[in-house]
């Protein structure tokens, strides 16, 4: 029975990291029709500064962290200002794989620019939080920090949606661009904003991914597939699913891995396709 | 008058295809140079360094005092790497030795990083009849087919860590071991072989898995761990993204085993880890002693900007160079098949140690045990010294 509970609570508290890192490419998606293939670069730039700044001052990486929210804010809308924009007013199906070609080439430059400039190898902070213990289990603080973050960014979110002008103004661009032009939305600039706040998001999970494992330069696009699966899995442009799909990757991977370590991503992966079977569009796609 | 025309060019060009090349290699060489392809990014970076470099200051301490002697020539000649970054793919590499293959001027070949790409690169070897030197490859996988054009620096993976297997039978203080292996030929060689060394040594083997080289998520297999109470935890992999991760969530976990052994401790490691990085065994391919190539080695080094310590490989590199200068000086001509057949045959001392290839193709130079001791990895062995300094993380 402890195991069991043991495996869930991993389960949850991997998927929770999972999810973090989803959610800023989901929203992208969700606004913007853009899969940002260079969001993983986004992650990795999050961690390298937090490793190189946490190197220079010792200060606390996730204050580190947060102080660097506002450059990958700056980052990501002057990356949409230059890169996506001059996409924004082709044909749906052109903008799609322009961007996803755009933003490959974007996470190769990135990472060979990184790669050059910072070195190849792995970094990694030297920052733990004492676990919780109760018998045999145990929950660790740093995970269970990612997951009230990802809580806290859901329901800030969802707030921000809901109550502001941009936030309203973003939902109208989702929903309808050309409705929302009408009604005097910039559109192009609410875009930026949701780069900005993607990359912003991106940057805090390569906060935890450098403090709970480490970074290197080419590790982007291998994260960034993973990402994709979990929002898509969750039904793309949904921030609920993109939680949802997480913590679904992370519970069968962690109880899978009990048995069978070789198997674990692979059943994760198979519970992917089996949900797309069912429900092509993702669990809470529309 | 067309038809003698055509059939005299054909005749030249027929000639030109048989003797060329002959004429081509019987011209007096500038220098030696060596093709080989290194892991300069991808997921082996973080051992592989910057062997590149150490490479090219090998050889400027061997040009530096007049480079290598070719009986042949009756002088001595420079010596010059080519390296291509193959980011850690056989596909890359074996592309590139095919490139290379096509450049006459190059002598030998020098093996990439890893069994699972030098396997990619000894076939092209093979195929155009180029002597390679294997340096970091001593998989089984490697030597189970015959192939003339390729020798090996090191000992069979399975014997890698059988060093380590004295230090707990003397000490004494654990009986229980655990294994995890990253999934690549080497690893699993290793593990398998330790496995077995213990077993016959009278120790058991409480839990033994193998993973996926992009695992992240450790944590059932640390439930699992900690279940089966190990006294000692080893890890053995290739990609130091997979070792941080392990021990990282080790410490998440709370998990104190009697002992860590981990099989490629380097800088980063150590670095990422801070102190609880601290007396983690593992081993480097480095004994310490006071012959020259102690002194050159060294030397190498720290022209290359790093110690031995912080990239437990550097010692199978100069190995594996110093055996081709050897093999070069005593062959005495850069004839292919001659040298061929010298890497083969020829005994000497390299850092002190026994030089040789076994009749399969293996090298003879095995790991020695260090400890990470005050930040840095010091050597222990041999087994009196290891007795008197080696720690128990928990005792």
């Not at chain 1, 962290?65 to 804010?73: D, E, I, Q, S, T």
């Not at chain 1, 996506?84 to 933003?103: C, D, N, Q, Y």
């Amino acid at each position: 029975m402890e195991i069991a509970v043991q495996l869930v609570i991993a389960g949850i508290l991997q998927g929770g990291v999972y999810a973090l890192a989803a959610f800023g490419l989901s929203l992208i998606f969700g606004v913007s029709d853009v899969l940002n293939l260079a969001h993983g670069e986004f992650l990795m730039l999050g961690g390298l500064f937090t490793f190189l700044l946490f190197s220079a001052t010792g200060l606390n990486p996730f204050l580190i962290g947060l102080m660097m929210v506002p450059f990958a804010f700056c980052l990501g809308y002057i990356f949409d200002r230059l890169l996506m924009r001059p996409l924004a007013g082709k044909k749906e199906h052109i903008r799609l794989m322009s961007s996803i070609l755009v933003t490959l080439g974007a996470a190769l430059f990135i990472e060979d620019v990184t790669s050059f400039l910072a070195g190849a190898e792995e970094k990694g902070v030297d920052y733990t939080l004492p676990s919780f213990f109760w018998g045999d289990i145990f929950i660790s603080y740093l995970r269970l920090l990612a997951v009230v973050m990802i809580a806290a960014l859901t329901v800030g979110i969802h707030y921000y949606l809901k109550k502001t002008y941009t936030g309203r103004a973003l939902r109208a661009t989702t929903q309808n661009i050309r409705g929302a032009m009408l009604v005097g939305v910039d559109t192009h600039r609410i875009r930026s904003v949701t780069f900005g706040i993607g990359s912003g998001l991106a940057s805090i999970a390569g906060v935890f991914y450098v403090v709970l494992l480490s970074i290197s330069p080419d590790m982007g696009l291998g994260v960034t597939i993973k990402y994709l699966c979990i929002i898509v899995l969750g039904g793309l442009g949904s921030l609920i699913g993109s939680l949802v799909g997480g913590l679904i990757l992370g519970l069968t991977e962690s109880v899978v891995s009990y048995y069978t370590p070789h198997w674990g991503q692979t059943a994760a992966f198979l519970i992917l396709v089996l949900i797309l079977l069912i429900r092509p569009k993702g669990l809470f796609g529309k | 008058m067309n038809k003698k025309l055509i059939g005299f060019c054909l005749v030249f060009l027929m000639a030109v295809a048989i003797i060329g090349p002959d004429m081509v290699r019987a011209e007096e060489p500038k220098e030696i140079k060596i093709g080989a392809t290194i892991a300069l990014s991808g997921r082996f970076k973080g051992i592989v360094g910057t062997f590149d470099k150490l490479g090219d200051e090998w050889a400027g301490l061997v040009n530096e005092r007049g480079g290598i002697y070719v009986k042949e020539y009756g002088k001595k000649l420079p010596i010059r790497f080519e390296v291509y970054d193959d980011a850690s793919k056989p596909e890359n590499a074996r592309k590139f030795y095919e490139k290379m293959a096509t450049d006459s001027s190059i002598a030998f070949f020098m093996g990439p990083f890893s069994s699972f790409i030098s396997n990619a690169a000894i076939t092209v070897a093979g195929k155009h009849q180029i002597p390679m030197q294997m340096v970091c490859g001593n998989d089984e996988v490697l030597f189970e087919k015959p192939n003339y054009w390729r020798v090996g620096s090191l000992v069979p993976a399975a014997e890698e860590w059988e060093r380590l297997v004295p230090i707990y039978k003397k000490k004494g203080g654990v009986k229980t071991f655990a294994t995890l292996a990253m999934d690549t030929l080497h690893n699993k060689g290793v593990i398998k072989g330790f496995e077995a060394d213990l077993k016959k040594n009278g120790f058991e083997v409480v839990y033994s898995a193998i993973a996926p080289p992009p695992t992240k998520n450790f944590a059932p297999m640390i439930t699992k761990l900690r279940k089966a109470k190990p006294d000692v935890v080893c890890i053995e992999a290739l990609s130091l993204a997979f070792t941080i991760g392990f021990l990282k969530q080790m410490r998440e976990a709370g998990f104190k085993p009697k002992e860590i052994i981990v099989g490629h401790v380097t800088k980063h490691v150590i670095d990422t880890l801070g102190p609880f990085a601290e007396n983690i065994t593992g081993l480097a391919y480095y004994i310490e002693g006071d012959t020259q190539d102690h002194k050159d080695f060294l030397e190498v080094t720290r022209r290359a900007g790093f110690t031995w310590g912080e990239f437990m490989e550097s010692g199978i590199r100069y190995w594996a160079y110093t055996r081709i200068k050897q093999t070069i000086e005593t062959a005495g001509t850069l004839d292919r098949k001659k040298i061929m057949d010298t890497m083969w045959n020829m005994k000497s001392k390299i850092m002190g140690l026994d030089n040789y290839v076994t009749k399969e193709g293996y090298g003879a130079l095995g790991s020695y045990p260090c400890q990470v001791q005050g930040g840095k990895f010091v050597s222990i062995w041999p087994l009196e010294k290891a007795l008197k300094m080696h720690k128990y993380r928990n005792p």
